[in-house]
């Protein structure tokens, strides 16, 4: 859990919403630098008590702003995290 992250995300993530709990919610996963953020989409979607397509759509809008980086695919497969990163230049 990174308080730091979470705190910049407060701060400064431009979007409201179920958007930006989600953001809270992969900074929650992710160390003070922003790596290793690996939850499932399944957890996600548990933790910002959405459904689980709202949690593929608002990642995918994460990806292409650049807040969201995919770092590996998790080898493919179902129950497989994918690992992000989250945008030092944000």
Known sequence: MSVK???AVFERYPVGGG???????LAD???DDGTR???SVKAL?????QSERAVQYQLRKMQQVG????VGAGHGG???SREYRISQDW
């Open 5 to 7: 992250v979470m705190t």
């Open 29 to 31: 996963h992710a160390s």
């Open 37 to 39: 953020v690996y939850p």
């Open 67 to 70: 807040w969201l980086i995919l």
């Open 78 to 80: 179902r129950g497989m």
């Open 19 to 25: 958007e930006m709990l989600l953001a809270l919610a």
């Open 45 to 49: 979607a548990e933790k910002t008590r």
